[in-house]
């Protein structure tokens, strides 16, 4: 699975977008882009995933950039209890569902 | 619903002492997983498991057992507690098609002393 890139943390200010970044410039063309938060050492909970085109749910966008080396994981009204520790993992499809994470981002969303 | 559930929450045990974690999961989910995660650190893949009576080393497998015996069930035995297996330990689950992401507990908290 390809490695990924996070800075180790990032603040945002209550109400205004986060827009986190992952940069994974040795992706596979069969890799997906997967994100993950924990909040204060529970388990992790999944947010969103990607292949190529950008996703949107009830929770986050994701955009991938055109040659899939990078993408942002968008919350678009940060509130407190978005302040977590955010993961990006690539992974293929078809190896388990197995999930490698790294160090991820602390997102500290300030009043 | 409860989706996946980890036994205990928190347990101190002395060197040399074995135990054994309890992962249950209600979603009938094909695969399961065990990992660990040490202080500011990411998670850690310790075993794997793809199906009722098969498991897989992961990342961390050393110093570690598991056993998969129902579907529903999945057991990480520690023989030998070491401090070094001082961590916190997530269990989850996932689907082998369909929804591939894995749904993890809510931990166990394990000191080693």
């Known amino acids: 699975d390809a490695k990924t890139t996070q800075p180790p943390s990032m603040d945002c200010a209550e109400g205004r977008a986060a827009n986190l970044p992952c940069n994974h410039s040795t992706i596979s063309g069969n890799e997906y882009v997967y994100w993950y938060r924990q909040i204060h050492s529970q388990g992790p909970q999944y947010i969103i995933h990607g292949l190529k085109n950008n996703e949107t749910n009830e929770m986050a966008s994701l955009i991938i950039t055109e040659d899939r080396k990078s993408s942002t994981l968008i919350l678009p009204h940060a509130t407190l209890r978005d302040t977590a520790v955010y993961y990006c993992i690539v992974r293929v499809l078809d190896n388990f569902n197995k999930f490698y994470f790294g160090s991820g981002t602390k997102l500290n969303v300030k009043p | 619903n409860a989706g996946v559930t980890q036994t205990p929450k928190f347990r101190v045990l002395k060197t040399g002492q074995s135990m054994t974690l309890l992962c249950a999961q209600d979603m009938n989910h094909e695969y399961m997983y065990w990992y660990r995660q040490d202080p500011g650190m990411g998670l850690r893949l310790i075993h794997y498991?793809?199906?009722?009576?098969?498991?897989a080393k992961g990342e961390v497998p050393d110093g570690y057992n598991v056993s998969r015996l129902k579907k529903q069930n999945f057991l990480l035995g520690l023989e030998s507690a070491a401090p070094s297996q001082t961590s916190v330990y997530f269990c989850a689950s996932s689907y082998r098609t369909g929804r591939t992401e894995a749904f993890f507990g809510q931990g166990t908290r394990l000191t080693v002393v």
């Open positions: 498991s793809v199906g009722e009576g098969t498991t």
